[in-house]
């Protein structure tokens, strides 16, 4: 999932909505070109895209959006990044849009589309449709510029089977890159009135870990690069599955259930398992919970790093 990114925030006003579950206001705020130039050069990262997140990018004020491009342009023409992505919704995409972006070095353009439910969009205020995400997903590939997608698990009126559809129909449209996040209940939104008035249940995080570690699986059998899977922070934060380690959770629950699959009928005894070098703590578990849970199903289990793909793993006996 390592991506590098100079993430720069960008206002709220770009949203023409307020989601369910979004309080933007509180986490971003005013940024100049100035901005730009000064963050891209105390990142001193030279392999790293300029991100432009937080709003939708495409739907803030013309001149504006355009002042932020040409400084993040001049940056790429010093050598000082290598290109431009950034995160808008699906109805602030237009053949308009994507014409004068083709004057700048745009590599990706991501779309928040949450969910491809009709009715969980609705409920949620997010204020397009599924049809939306679908026909902006091939405008952008139409115009050449790498897809991403962001959906959220756990939202006001999904279940584990919607969010299921969802990544289904995300990988029905073949994005280059997809961010999985959980929904957490955040200060001064409609979903934490709804929370507080019990009419909204956040998933626990270890409900949110087993439903994205097999949306996890889903898009890696598809080749579709997972570049971000849980929050990086939450400020007003007032339930839900946030985790500073929820992705190393998720991966972690796939890893134990590819173990279980390769034991199958296996007979029970010492086995060791080799997986990929930075997949040895997932592979252990949290507190060593998959080693346990091996364990107590007669499988005494040693982890050791190897020549191996991430998210695979060999099993052999321990002779």
Do not use: W
């Amino acid at each position: 999932m390592a991506h590098a990114n100079i993430s720069v925030f960008v206002p709220h006003e770009g949203c023409p909505n307020k989601c369910s579950f979004c309080n933007q206001n509180a986490i971003t705020g005013k940024v100049t070109s100035d901005d730009v130039h000064n963050t891209v050069l105390k990142s001193n990262n030279k392999n790293a895209e300029i991100a432009f997140f937080g709003g939708s990018f495409t739907l803030i004020e013309r001149e504006y959006m355009i002042d932020l491009l040409d400084a993040a342009q001049k940056e790429i023409n010093n050598g000082n990044a290598t290109g431009i992505r950034f995160s808008t919704r699906p109805d602030g995409i237009n053949d308009e849009v994507l014409t004068l972006l083709k004057k700048y070095s745009v590599k990706t353009i991501e779309l928040g589309a949450q969910s491809t439910n009709n009715y969980v969009l609705k409920e949620n205020l997010r204020g397009h449709t599924f049809e939306d995400i679908v026909s902006a997903s091939e405008l952008i590939k139409k115009y050449g510029y790498d897809l991403g997608l962001q959906m959220m698990v756990g939202l006001y009126k999904s279940d584990r089977e919607k969010d299921i559809k969802t990544a289904e129909d995300i990988i029905n449209l073949k994005p280059e890159c997809v961010r999985i996040y959980p929904t957490v209940v955040i200060k001064k939104t409609l979903l934490c009135h709804l929370y507080e008035k019990k009419l909204y249940k956040p998933l626990t995080v270890n409900e949110a870990a087993d439903i994205c570690a097999e949306i996890l699986d889903m898009f890696l059998k598809n080749n579709i690069n997972v570049i971000r899977l849980g929050l990086h922070e939450v400020e007003d934060f007032v339930a839900g599955p946030f985790h500073p380690a929820f992705g190393e959770i998720a991966e972690s629950r796939l890893m134990l259930k590819k173990a279980l699959e390769l034991f199958g009928n296996k007979p029970k005894g010492n086995y060791n398992i080799t997986v990929n070098k930075s997949f040895v703590s997932k592979m252990i578990g949290q507190h060593r919970t998959n080693i346990e849970i091996l364990r107590n199903m007669g499988y005494n289990c040693k982890v050791y790093s190897g020549e191996v793909l991430k998210y695979s793993l060999k099993i052999c006996e321990d002779v």
